[in-house]
């Protein structure tokens, strides 16, 4: 079975500063994705960044990137230049390669990031 | 991707008693997905939705305690029933569909409804 472990339950940062938030899963499939979702307090889920396990290169989305250790099944995410309205809670998420009408998300237990003025 | 209107936002009910959350969406999706999410945790699946065939419940949760509807590519509900203290949570809704790649978006989650059960 898939697991998703977040490390860090809680982490602050201050305002225009980089914070690096760690994220590990154990799976024995080859083929799968890999996300971040913020949450911030309006409870509202959004996709942060999304990486293929096939893919050898890190994604970027802006402020938003990952670093990718397939082989040591890390998946951290960096926010360079945070900003106030990073203020969230983050989920790290599996979803292994499946038939249509399979897919289904692991999510970790969430790390909670503040951002200070 | 698509926009998703789920109501009611938060409600606080008796318990015994039962409550519908409805999940509306903007477009046609094919699978719509009914996530629970504890005080301070992570995000569980109950069910997946297809229109057209029963619901597909995860394990711990079963379709006494909360029966879903699909009876559209565009509608869902949730219904928690005789509810108790422990069912207080977030639930939310989420939709893909089945001609993207799971790799390719994501998906698209409502807004969550806060249950409070007393």
């Known amino acids: 079975a898939q697991t998703v472990t977040q490390s860090q339950p809680e982490m602050s940062v201050q305002e225009a500063e980089t914070v690096t938030l760690s994220c590990t899963y154990d799976t024995s499939e080859n083929n799968y994705y890999l996300f971040w979702y913020k949450q911030p307090p309006s409870r509202q889920m959004i996709l942060v960044i999304r990486q293929e396990a096939y893919k050898q290169q890190n994604a970027t989305e802006n402020r938003f990137s990952v670093n990718f250790q397939k082989a040591a099944k890390s998946f951290s995410l960096k926010i360079s230049d945070s900003q106030l309205g990073d203020t969230a809670m983050y989920f790290c998420a599996f979803m292994k390669h499946a038939p249509p009408g399979t897919y289904k998300y692991i999510f970790g237990t969430g790390t909670r990031l503040k951002v200070l003025a | 991707s698509a926009v998703i209107s789920q109501k009611p936002s938060r409600d606080i009910c008796q318990r015994g008693t039962s409550l519908t959350i409805q999940c509306q969406v903007d477009s046609q999706v094919t699978m719509m997905f009914w996530y629970r999410q504890q005080p301070g945790q992570s995000l569980t699946l109950i069910a997946t939705a297809n229109q057209g065939s029963e619901a597909t419940y995860e394990s711990g949760f079963v379709i006494d305690k909360f029966p879903i509807s699909r009876p559209n590519l565009t509608f869902s509900t949730l219904t928690v029933s005789n509810m108790s203290p422990e069912d207080s949570s977030i639930y939310l809704c989420?939709?893909?569909?089945?001609?993207?790649?799971?790799?390719?978006?994501?998906?698209?989650f409502g807004s969550g409804t806060r249950l409070t059960v007393v």
């Open positions: 989420s939709v893909t569909r089945r001609d993207r790649g799971p790799g390719n978006y994501g998906y698209t």
